[in-house]
């Protein structure tokens, strides 16, 4: 006697219902950009200076900071900075 094939059932998925992320604006303002272009360029050009020793800055990290900064102190759209733990 042949053992017949067992009837399967298609298992049912469950959809996890995930919350839809609501669509954001924008962080930076585009004038927030425009100043960490500059700053950037500056740096490149070897004229882009920092802090009251007046080192020149060599790091790609510290001229967008430089150019974040500047853009907060003109009022331009740009989130606060986070703070050190």
């Known amino acids: 006697m042949a053992a017949t094939p067992k009837k ?3 298992k049912k998925t469950t959809r996890k219902k995930t ?3 609501k669509k954001s604006t924008r962080k930076y303002s585009p004038a927030a950009g425009e100043s960490v272009r500059k700053e950037m360029e500056e740096m490149k050009a070897g004229k882009l ?3 009251p020793s007046g080192k020149k800055v060599t ?7 430089i150019g974040l900064s500047e853009a907060r102190r003109a009022g331009k759209k740009v989130p606060k900075r986070k703070k050190k733990s």
């Open 8 to 10: 399967t059932t298609p």
């Open 19 to 21: 919350a839809r992320k």
């Open 49 to 51: 200076r920092s802090g």
């Open 59 to 65: 790091s790609r990290k510290q001229a967008i900071a």
